[in-house]
């Protein structure tokens, strides 16, 4: 009896020992790639997918995030600008000119196209011109897109309320997953993305805009 009884509590033990490094979990180091491009950074974006893996508190997410920029165009270029040439917008929209001519500012242009669409080009501080719709809708152009674990201690910080012009509310995991799910539009005119030094999602800016 006392051997049998030695020999189960041999077997428990190893059972636990099997059990307490099978909770061990391995991760690759972190990529110098995406450090590269991620490290310390913040990012206007949109949220091109999300997906979860896991149950319960076991459960796990990651999101999709495409990194944008807003089209910029050479000033030479813009104010050179005659009818019939065309306009390639980092969207894939084309605009063939019918007429340019000078906006109430004389820093700036309205170009007609030939669908009878209209766009602003206003010249920035560095010279260079942004255009947007004549709804006042910019024009952006995805730069690369990475997929990354979306974590429990993220930071959801939610400024979309119009009415709430002193700081953004201080959110989580919990409230993002909301949005998610209820189909919110994360854009790059009302999303900035920021990253630690590892390249790891830190803070999701979600902001007001007239088209959220």
Not at 18 to 24: D, R, S
Not at 103 to 121: C, H, M, N, Q, R
């Amino acid at each position: 009896m006392k051997k049998l009884i030695s020999m189960m509590a041999v077997l428990l033990l190893v059972c636990l020992a099997v059990n307490a490094c099978a909770m061990t979990i391995v991760k690759p180091d972190a990529s110098g790639t995406l450090k590269a491009l991620l490290g310390g950074k913040t990012y206007n974006a949109r949220i091109s997918g999300w997906g979860s893996y896991g149950e319960d508190e076991d459960a796990k997410f990651t999101i999709s995030i495409t990194v944008c920029e807003e089209d910029r165009f050479d000033a030479s270029a813009i104010e050179n600008l005659q009818a019939g040439d065309a306009i390639l917008f980092g969207n894939g929209t084309v605009a063939v000119v019918t007429e340019v001519t000078p906006d109430e500012t004389e820093t700036g242009f309205i170009v007609k196209g030939s669908d009878f669409d209209a766009y602003s080009f206003c010249k920035l501080e560095d010279g260079s011109y942004a255009a947007v719709t004549e709804y006042e809708y910019p024009f952006w152009t995805d730069i690369f897109t990475v997929e990354v674990p979306l974590e429990k201690d993220i930071r959801f910080l939610d400024w979309s309320d119009p009415e709430n012009l002193d700081a953004p509310v201080a959110l989580g995991l919990d409230e993002l997953l909301d949005h998610l799910i209820n189909g919110t539009v994360f854009s790059p005119y009302n999303t900035q993305v920021s990253f630690d030094e590892n390249g790891r999602l830190i803070e999701l800016l979600y902001t007001y805009s007239p088209w959220n």
